[in-house]
């Protein structure tokens, strides 16, 4: 029997363009204590869509990459603490 998720926050995707090579894309769990549960490391060109889930509450992104959202296009920073 196929799930169907009724709290809309667990269908929201995310896609991260990586801008350098190293950005790193680190999932983060729900719960009483938040961790670490997935790191994927992404180089200059290449994409990533994730999406929260039961799981996942929270997404980090280190380096230079677009992320894009339902909100719009994000930069984020460089990885060696260069400026925008």
Known sequence: MERIETDKSFADYIVVAAEENGVNVIG?????????H????LDEGEI???QFTEQTSAIKVRG???VYCRHGMIQSGSRQGGHL
Do not use: M, Q, Y
């Not at 983060?28 to 670490?36: A, M, S």
């Not at 997935?38 to 490391?41: A, G, S, V």
């Open 28 to 36: 983060l769990t729900r719960g009483k204590d938040t961790r670490l």
């Open 38 to 41: 997935h790191t994927e490391i």
């Open 48 to 50: 990533l869509i994730a």
């Open 64 to 66: 230079r990459a677009k």
